[in-house]
């Protein structure tokens, strides 16, 4: 069971918009930056955000981050089909353990 | 460009030891602030973070899998390795090897292997 608690699941249609939550503690979360991974089927995961909102370059401004208190949300907007996939938000710990959240599979209707 | 490769055994038996070998290439582990970490995820399952090595050498594990665990580095070779102990079919896997290139501040995970997966079955 994760530290970090996601959405199992989230669906949305092209074009639309999407939210992914991610819910942690004052000792994770609440402490430090948040990064979000996407993982395409049978793919390593990728870099999506970082440092609770900044992208890494070539990753489409469609995807933003937002952190408020314990809590982390991943937004996509402009939904394209090969947005499916599975998203993990992380962070880490005062143990410097990084800590994952169980994953949301995304899927494009 | 940055890449990492993982290598080991595809298959062992419960009890064994597991020793992964990360290979990578367009950095190096003795530039400060330079980290690499293992982490796995069971089929179907989320990711799970196993443990971490600096460029000054200092190591770090997953609180729960501390006692079975140990990172390693070769910087000249440009290689990390990962034992793991006491192999239990639980353990079966993928085993990612990843990049952070500002460990002491942001620690996130900018390169990622292709992953290994190792089966532990009898």
């Known amino acids: 069971q994760s530290v970090l608690t996601q959405p199992p699941s989230a669906s949305g249609t092209p074009g639309q918009r999407v939210t992914i939550s991610c819910s942690g503690s004052?000792?994770?979360?609440?402490?430090?930056?948040v990064n979000w991974y996407q993982q395409l089927p049978g793919t390593a995961p990728k870099l999506l955000i970082y440092?609770?909102?900044q992208r890494p370059s070539g990753v489409p401004d469609r995807f933003s981050g937002s952190k408020s208190g314990t809590s982390a949300s991943l937004a996509i907007s402009g939904l394209q089909s090969e947005d499916e996939a599975d998203y993990y938000c992380?962070?880490?710990?005062?143990?410097?353990?990084?800590?994952f959240g169980g994953g949301t599979k995304l899927t494009v209707l | 460009q940055v890449t990492l490769r993982e290598s080991g055994p595809a298959l062992v038996k419960p009890t064994q030891t597991l020793t992964l070998t990360c290979t990578f290439s367009?950095?190096?582990?003795?530039?400060?602030?330079?980290?690499v970490s293992w982490i796995r995820q069971p089929p179907g399952k989320a990711l799970e973070w196993l443990a971490r090595i600096d460029w000054d050498d200092d190591r770090f594990y997953s609180t729960s899998l501390k006692t079975r665990l140990t990172i390693s580095k070769d910087t000249s070779k440009n290689r990390v390795v990962l034992t793991m102990t006491n192999m239990d079919p639980v353990d079966t896997a993928t085993y990612y090897c990843a990049r952070t290139p500002t460990c002491g501040g942001l620690y996130y995970f900018d390169y990622w292997g292709r992953g290994t997966l190792v089966t532990v079955s009898s």
């Open positions: 992380a962070t880490w710990d005062d143990s410097l353990n990084a800590l």
């Open positions: 004052s000792s994770n979360i609440g402490s430090y930056t």
């Open positions: 367009g950095f190096s582990l003795s530039t400060s602030k330079m980290c």
């Open positions: 440092n609770n909102n």
